[in-house]
């Protein structure tokens, strides 16, 4: 067995994540294809290409355009169709879940002195922690530790009072 055969585990997780996004995906399409049109501008392959553009992060409006179509045409098609409408959803998910791994891994491997990295980890720490869900934000906290090759520890907090601790 060659030494470059090998999986870190590293890779293997980010297989695991990259299969899972498009099985998903694959589900959401689906969602979309048998999705009710309301015109024939809705047709399956639009749909399926509106819901592309979706996972791959640009805007509800952004995403209408680029297929031709204004964004009220899609807010009335998810209105109308259940299964467009779950469509929609989860490709938006996807996309705000691979913004959140680039904000996770900014966060925990860029240079911690930096003002970049403070405010990835602020945002990827206030999208992801449960308690800036909550009706009642005030007393919301959450921080993220981590430790440099060196051996050097940061720990970077947001709370929602906007005052670290």
């Known amino acids: 067995m060659d030494a470059n055969d090998t999986d870190t585990p590293g890779d293997s997780n980010a297989n695991d994540a990259e299969s899972a996004r498009a099985a998903r995906l694959r589900e959401a399409l689906q969602l979309a294809t048998f999705s009710a049109p309301v015109t024939l501008a809705e047709s399956p392959k639009l749909r399926q290409?509106?819901?592309?553009?979706l996972a791959d992060g640009l805007t509800v409006s952004a995403a209408a355009r680029r297929i031709g179509v204004?964004?009220?045409?899609?807010?009335?098609l998810r209105r109308r169709s259940e299964d467009f409408d779950i469509a929609c959803t989860e490709a938006i998910e996807i996309a705000s879940e691979a913004v959140l791994e680039r904000l996770r891994n900014l966060a925990l491997t860029g240079n911690g002195e930096n003002l970049t990295t403070v405010r990835a980890?602020?945002?990827y720490l206030k999208g992801t922690n449960r308690r800036y869900q909550l009706p009642d934000k005030r007393s919301a906290k959450?921080?993220?530790?981590r430790r440099d090759l060196d051996g050097t520890e940061y720990t970077i907090s947001a709370s929602a009072n906007g005052i670290p601790d």
């Not at 290409?49 to 553009?53: A, D, E, K, Q």
């Not at 204004?70 to 009335?76: G, K, L, M, R, Y």
């Not at 959450?142 to 530790?145: E, P, Q, R, V």
């Open 121 to 123: 980890a602020e945002i």
């Open 142 to 145: 959450a921080s993220i530790t």
């Open 70 to 76: 204004v964004p009220s045409t899609i807010a009335h």
């Open 49 to 53: 290409t509106f819901i592309r553009l």
